[in-house]
């Protein structure tokens, strides 16, 4: 029989620190893969450049939603996210084999915003529910 495992809908999670260096370490991946000069990731259509920065930005602010779930630091985050894209476009400006553009800031910022409207759903608990459910198969 399964039992519910209980999640607290907000507050520092259990392995805070876990997720921090994780999400970090991710971030890393995402600027490595950012400034090599042929990633070997691309989408063969109008905009998929695009739409890659949407999603990319999307599934790292639903992280950081995620570790941060009250709305002062995720806020923060939102805002560490959208600035991380500037960084990411900067250093792309400085490395002759890729170029900056401004539309690739504004798709990172849509993928910010899709993300905070998706951390108004259970998703927003995922990390937590990943804790609980560790927790509650220890108890066993």
């Given at each position: 029989m399964i039992e519910a495992v209980r999640v607290q809908p907000s507050g520092r999670l259990?392995?805070?620190?876990?997720?921090?260096v994780l999400g970090g370490l991710i971030m890393g991946w995402t600027l490595w893969m950012a400034l090599t000069p042929d990633p070997g990731i691309t989408l063969v259509f109008p905009y998929g450049d695009k739409l890659l920065h949407a999603i990319?930005?999307?599934?790292?602010?639903?992280?950081?939603?995620?570790?941060y779930r009250d709305r002062g630091p995720r806020m923060w985050a939102a805002l560490g996210c959208l600035a991380?894209?500037?960084?990411i476009e900067c250093a792309q400006w400085l490395d002759p084999p890729r170029d900056a553009d401004a539309f690739d800031?504004?798709?990172?910022?849509?993928?910010?915003?899709?993300a905070l409207g998706l951390l108004r759903t259970p998703?927003?608990?995922?990390?937590?529910?990943?804790?609980?459910?560790?927790?509650?198969r220890r108890r066993r």
């Amino acid at each position: 029989m399964i039992e519910a495992v209980r999640v607290q809908p907000s507050g520092r999670l259990r392995w805070h620190r876990a997720w921090v260096v994780l999400g970090g370490l991710i971030m890393g991946w995402t600027l490595w893969m950012a400034l090599t000069p042929d990633p070997g990731i691309t989408l063969v259509f109008p905009y998929g450049d695009k739409l890659l920065h949407a999603i990319t930005f999307t599934c790292l602010m639903g992280w950081w939603g995620n570790v941060y779930r009250d709305r002062g630091p995720r806020m923060w985050a939102a805002l560490g996210c959208l600035a991380f894209g500037v960084l990411i476009e900067c250093a792309q400006w400085l490395d002759p084999p890729r170029d900056a553009d401004a539309f690739d800031v504004l798709a990172d910022g849509i993928g910010v915003v899709i993300a905070l409207g998706l951390l108004r759903t259970p998703l927003a608990r995922v990390l937590a529910r990943v804790e609980a459910f560790s927790v509650h198969r220890r108890r066993r």
